[in-house]
């Protein structure tokens, strides 16, 4: 058979495989009506009286502009889900006390009418303490100020404005006929957050708490069950459920009349300042999956399924401005391969056979050591659906189930369908991978060129606020912003100084902020910063100082607020102490020696960022290595579709503006263990965006080169297979019957499909061998037993098409099977273009 007629007869059977396990099309809703039910049992959640799966991804609104939000829920249910959860965040509705905002990318309501006009169910995470990467953890900053107050405890102040804003939350999705019973789309809502991680703290008070959290949630009549994160039991009614990487063998559910629910599946691990690159596999999401469900769970909500932006302020204390960029779908929305694809395949078949799973008596097995099998059997109606899990790590092994052998990979969950046939095997990924890649725009502007304005180096006498000691930062900057300026001033004597001309005075600051540049006569004399694993750091830095007086000026700062913990409400920051070592007559102690403050910097105070603000300064030539200075130039908006970012391996630390949206922090200087910036590209989603002149400034508070800044465009164009002929294909081609599932065709061959992003197709064969290529997308290698026919091949098949389906088998690609390193593996990368 040619490569030709067997792609032809694979991509048939593709054909009729999709139509049979279908993602959930739009359609007019019909999941709830005004009167509907949500109730549960111990099996699931139950839509007016019948049980049902749910596959949930959480997408935070804040993290991404209203004009993205349809794309990345129809993209979403592409991917096999039917459920949105969202955190609601406290501190972006109500920044002051009884003033509220829900405009723009906070219009909350917005967000969930478009979950329904997709079809989909929504889980709303009220909190409101929420954690989430995000500033302050949620909770807004102004509830420091109140006296008496304990965060998260059997506290009346905090009771008291934690039950105002649950019910006013409430209230107002009500008033937009949002929950279930009104014929919305909400299905669950959640009361505190991971309340376990703290619970310790306020000993026998955190069951008074939470016994008082769940009533009073309860007592708003949502009329949707309530839910409690990362908890064994909860009170009363409300359902306890698992947040993890492995729900499935490491929680148990205390409360047995209540469903097993996972709320969040960590796609991957949030990265904070320093981090390596956290990545997660898609087989390992995929097996913890249905080892949650081989053991009865009936929903899981994957954590994140898109991360998004910490946009202006918005992450807590070290976070990055990229969230979750490793999750199904990345920062900027697109696909990420083989993470979405190899899930979709997972929701897709699970759901085929959802009245086996749901209604189905439950049984278990051992099968050896590490083998185990889950069954659930409808006898009746002759339905048997099986999982078979080999938990051997590096082992993979066969297994004799109901009298029959069936092989499973290490560390793998096989589905069988009718308790016989390998419909799925978390191991065995058959769908393409994809490679980000990123190219620079030439962007011009008739006001292109980079200018600059340098903010004045303040002296103590310049300064309105003076005490001896420096003063706690966040008590100075209310979290309005993330700059203090502290500055002293002393006098020195001739005999004071060194009288060694290789001797000089070193400048000493214990910092309980996250990072400082400090200047010495208005000398800027270097930087020093803390991490998120460690409390504090020192600045040691040598300057020049002089006989009189002398000036000392530090900017601290901090990169966000911490987001969880049971001392949140006492978390200080700033300076602790400061030393001049090595003068003559020793050591002087600065810390009593009077000190001048300054909060926020002239730029943000003038807003210079904006159109508006930015002519209440004077800017001139930009110049390189400028600390604590702005930098402007505009830009037109890069041709096309793709997502626009910045590369700012060029600078150091600061902020990013464009057109007066704040992008987001940058700390190119914070290197990982590798050397590599922990982020270099910055997105600016094109919503921010002009035609024509964009303004776009940036804060750099160390030093930076901004002509090295770069406005590229982000493509997911580099496709790849890797695939195996000793992989058996893991899906048959099934119909129904009624409720029963049958085989109508059986195709033993493995395949691969490349499928370019829309409105492209595959104009270049990068990479192809047939044999035992190594590496990954992006970085194949032909092995030992390399077939040079494999590049030609793949061309005359897939060249110019906007999707190929390619056979695994030597015999078309001429390889030598008999090669004796050979693994019989078809390495592929394929680029599409417009």
């Known amino acids: 058979m040619t490569v030709a007629r067997a792609a032809a007869a694979l991509v048939a059977a593709a054909a009729v495989l999709t139509i049979l396990l279908p993602g959930w099309a739009a359609a007019e809703w019909t999941r709830t009506k005004k009167g509907t039910i949500v109730t549960y049992d111990g099996r699931s959640l139950m839509i007016d009286g019948k049980r049902d799966l749910f596959f949930s991804g959480a997408i935070h609104y ?14 979403a249910k592409e991917g096999g889900l039917n459920t949105i959860e969202t955190y609601v965040f406290w501190n972006a509705h109500e920044p002051e006390p009884g003033k509220y905002n829900f405009e723009g990318r906070l219009d909350l309501f917005k967000f969930i009418k478009i979950i329904q006009d997709h079809d989909m169910y929504a889980i709303v ?22 006296g008496h107050i304990i965060f998260r405890a059997n506290n009346d102040p905090f009771k008291k404005e934690m039950e105002k804003f649950v019910r006013f939350i409430v209230q107002k999705l009500k008033d937009a006929e949002l929950f279930a019973d009104q014929g919305g789309p909400i299905i669950l809502s959640q009361i505190e957050n991971e309340y376990g991680n703290i619970k310790k703290d306020h000993k026998t008070e955190g069951d008074k708490y939470l016994e008082w959290a769940a009533q009073m949630a309860l007592s708003t009549q949502a009329g949707v069950p309530w839910i409690m994160c990362k908890q064994s039991t909860a009170p009363g009614e409300v359902i306890p459920t698992c947040n993890g990487r492995h729900c499935g063998d490491t929680w148990t ?57 910490n946009f202006g302020r918005n992450g807590a204390s070290y976070v990055l401005t990229g969230y979750y960029d490793e999750a199904p779908m990345d920062e900027y929305g697109m696909c990420k391969e083989p993470k979405f694809g190899h899930l979709r395949d997972l929701h897709n078949v699970i759901r085929s056979y959802q009245k086996a799973f749901l209604m189905g008596e439950h049984s278990s097995q051992i099968l050896g050591p590490g083998y185990e099998a889950h069954t659930f059997e409808l006898p009746e109606d002759n339905l048997c659906l099986s999982f078979l899990s080999n938990n051997n790590t590096g082992e993979d092994g066969t297994v004799v ?45 008739k006001n292109n060129l980079w200018e600059m304005f340098s903010e004045q180096i303040p002296k103590f006498h310049m300064t309105k606020i003076r005490t001896k000691e420096p003063l706690e930062q966040y008590n100075q900057t209310k979290d309005a912003s993330d700059y203090l300026w502290y500055t002293t001033s002393f006098r020195l004597e001739s005999d004071d100084l060194p009288f060694r001309g290789d001797i000089r005075p070193v400048l ?56 969880s913990g049971g001392e949140l409400a006492e978390v200080k920051g700033g300076i602790q102490e400061c030393l001049i070592q090595g003068l003559n007559t020793g050591t002087l102690d600065l810390q009593v020696n009077g000190w001048g403050h300054k909060a926020a910097l002239e730029g943000e105070d003038k807003e210079i960022y904006s159109e508006k603000g930015m002519g209440k300064v004077q800017w001139k030539p930009a110049q390189n290595d400028q600390p604590a200075t702005w930098y402007k130039r505009y830009f037109d908006e890069p041709d096309g579709e793709d997502p626009v970012v910045l590369d700012m391996s060029s600078m150091s630390k600061g902020m990013i503006f464009v057109n007066g949206e704040g992008v987001g922090r940058y700390w190119t200087s914070y290197r990982t263990l590798s050397g590599s910036p922990s982020q270099a590209l910055y997105h600016i989603p094109r919503p921010f965006l002009k035609s024509k002149d964009n303004l776009l400034v940036v804060l750099e508070e160390e030093v930076g080169k901004p002509d090295g ?43 691969g499909t490349l499928s370019c992003p829309p409105k492209k197709t595959i104009k270049e064969v990068v990479f192809a061998s047939f044999g035992n290529p190594e590496g990954m997308c992006g970085n194949f290698t032909a092995g030992t037993c390399h077939t040079p026919d494999a590049k030609q091949v793949v061309e005359k098949e897939c060249l110019g098409k906007a999707s190929c389906t390619l056979p695994v088998e030597h015999t078309l690609y001429g390889a030598d099977i008999n090669c004796q390193s050979t693994t019989a593996t078809l390495g592929v990368q394929v680029r599409c273009s417009s």
């Open 125 to 146: 995470r009220i909190g409101p303490f929420i954690q989430a990467e995000w500033n302050h953890g949620g909770l807004p900053y102004w509830l420091r100020e109140i």
């Open 508 to 563: 000493q600051v214990k910092s309980t902020a996250h990072s400082m540049i400090g200047f010495a006569n208005d000398a800027f004399v270097g930087t020093g910063r803390g991490s998120k694993q460690v409390k504090g750091f020192m600045f040691e830095k040598p300057v020049d100082l002089k006989v009189g007086v002398n000036h000392i000026t530090l900017l601290s700062s901090t990169m966000g607020m911490k987001d």
């Open 253 to 309: 559910l205390r409360d047995k009349d209540k469903p097993m629910l996972w709320t969040e599946n960590w796609t991957a691990q949030f990265r904070a300042y320093g981090d390596q690159l956290a990545m997660r596999s898609a087989e390992d999401i995929a097996y913890a999956v249905l080892r949650f469900f081989a053991k009865g769970g009936s929903l899981v909500n994957y954590y994140m399924y898109h991360g998004g932006t």
């Open 709 to 751: 800044i770069l406005i590229q465009t982000v493509t997911r164009d580099d496709i790849c297979l890797l695939l195996s002929e000793h992989n058996p294909a893991q899906i048959k081609t099934w119909d129904t019957d009624g409720d029963k599932i049958k085989l109508i065709a059986e195709d033993h061959s493995t395949r």
């Open 62 to 75: 804040p993290r991404s502009p209203p004009e993205m939000w349809p794309k990345l829920i129809e993209r």
């Open 401 to 445: 189930f109901r009298g029959e052998k069936h092989f499973v990979p290490s560390r793998s969950v096989s589905i069988l369908a009718g308790c016989k046939n390998v419909v799925y095997n978390t191991k065995r990924v058959f769908v393409q991978h994809s490679e980000r890649s990123f190219h620079t725009s030439e962007v011009t502007s």
